[in-house]
């Protein structure tokens, strides 16, 4: 079953422009990461925020994580049109070697 | 620069005709994965090696099949394709260690098959 659901499914915004994307999951975790894909091609690793972290930041990129919640959201700042892509988050349910287990995923268009 | 390799890039392949996708690294990874992603889908992952330990997601068919001859390589095998087996298959690698995790996944570039 999946265990991450991601909104929206889609955003349109312009350059310069922030984008926010959720996800929110289902059951208790290790950790949580977000990862970008361009279209056809495999994935890239952006981020991976702890249980016991609240907030993380990568360069444009700023992760929070609510445990109480069970949600998490990735803001990218000042948007480019090269960030066009499907955006990812991936939950980990444990130590010793991850297994993670992916939403479905915010396609993210950005146009110039 | 270090990698996870996925060979063919594209695989055409016949109803029912056995097809093998390959993954090969050179991060020396002891954990490697196979996923199947299906068109504005989650990766869904199918199965996975700690080193030699086979380990078989519950859903994952019977039709897929892996190998994992050595530390580099990783294939995966699909005994006879249907239509729903259309998909990109994605190989990622990740290291662990002493039971510390190095949680980032590594993927490669994925291997789009076509079933006719």
């Known amino acids: 079953s999946q265990q991450g659901e991601e909104d929206p499914q889609a955003l349109s915004i312009q350059e310069g422009e922030n984008a926010t994307m959720n996800c929110s999951y289902k059951?208790?975790?290790?950790?949580l990461q977000w990862y970008r894909q361009n279209s056809g091609r495999g994935l890239v690793h952006l981020i991976l925020?702890?249980?016991?972290?609240r907030e993380k930041h990568s360069g444009r990129l700023r992760v929070t994580l609510d445990t109480s919640k069970k949600s998490s959201s990735l803001l990218i700042t000042a948007s480019r049109a090269a960030d066009t892509a499907s955006y990812f988050c991936?939950?980990?349910?444990?130590?010793?070697?991850?297994?993670?287990?992916f939403g479905a995923g915010t396609r993210l268009a950005v146009h110039p | 620069d270090a990698m996870v390799i996925q060979n063919p890039r594209y695989q055409v392949t016949q109803f029912g005709k056995p097809v093998t996708l390959s993954c090969s690294q050179t991060?020396?990874?002891?954990?490697m994965y196979w996923y199947q992603q299906k068109s504005s889908q989650a990766p869904k992952l199918l199965f996975h090696?700690?080193?030699?330990?086979?380990?078989n997601e519950a859903d994952t068919p019977d039709n897929f099949q892996s190998r994992r001859p050595n530390t580099s390589f990783c294939f995966l095998d699909i005994r006879s394709p249907g239509l729903g087996d259309a998909a990109m298959y994605l190989c990622?690698?990740?290291?662990?260690?002493?039971?510390?995790?190095?949680?980032?996944?590594?993927f490669g570039p994925g291997t789009r098959l076509t079933v006719l």
């Open positions: 090696y700690y080193d030699k330990d086979f380990n």
């Open positions: 925020i702890r249980s016991n972290e």
């Open positions: 990622a690698t990740s290291r662990a260690k002493g039971g510390a995790a190095y949680n980032e996944q590594f």
């Open positions: 991060l020396n990874h002891n954990v």
């Open positions: 991936a939950t980990d349910l444990r130590e010793g070697y991850n297994k993670l287990i």
């Open positions: 059951t208790s975790i290790n950790n």
